[in-house]
């Protein structure tokens, strides 16, 4: 476990996403699906000790206990990181009571962002139960996961509370600029995940630019995202791939090369 990191620290990006709360949402983060167990826990504390202050779970990973233990063997103040968990809609339990247990095994009091992980049949009456859990302390900023614009506008028309965050499977292949603009337009954040898969890492034209900069493709699609103002949160179990994911704050990508990532929609 990396609790002290014998290289210098990566060079993580410090943006941030402002939220309604008045919350920021760090634009890098720490992803966490498919880790389970001890590895998950030791990736987490990894991950913190190397400057990550962003963690992303979920319900269904089936891992909240183990990011939790991770979280707390940083040593780290619990509001120097901003977490997220998600709850499945076709979860069996009552939205606040699975709420109330995904605090428990993450040793907090309180999420920095809970969302709805995919849409499903009862959407609006859901958003209802998340609005509840917001007013009433439980999480500080409520927002959805897989969502269209149009399913994002009925639950803002039917309560008058928009999702402060759409997290959605995003990489260059997936680039659409309307939609980006879409959220801009709502105010929506949009994270994205999944950036290093889909044959992206693979890319020559992703191959070429991280050449020019000296850098890795994983570090060329994260810096990418983050210029784009999409959060990413990419995820590994080694130290060295966690470091360097994030190591991009020095990585600046030219609008030629931000247009040439761009174009690979139109090819995918």
Known sequence: MAQNPTETLPAIPRTAAPLPSGAAMPLVGFGTWQLSGAEATTATATALALGYRHLDTATIYRNEREVGAGLLASGLPREKVFVTTKLPPDHDAPPRATLEQSLQKLGTDVVDLWLIHWPGQADLELWREFVRAQQDGLVRDIGVSNFTLAQIDELADA????P???QIKWSPYLYDAALLDGHRERGIVVE????LK???LQAPVVAQIAKRHGATPAQVLVSWQVQHGVVAIPKSTREQRIRENADVDGLVLIEAEMAALDGLARRA
């Open 159 to 162: 309560t008058g509370v928009q």
């Open 192 to 195: 994205g995940y999944s950036g």
């Open 164 to 166: 402060a965050v759409n």
């Open 198 to 200: 889909g044959g992206t």
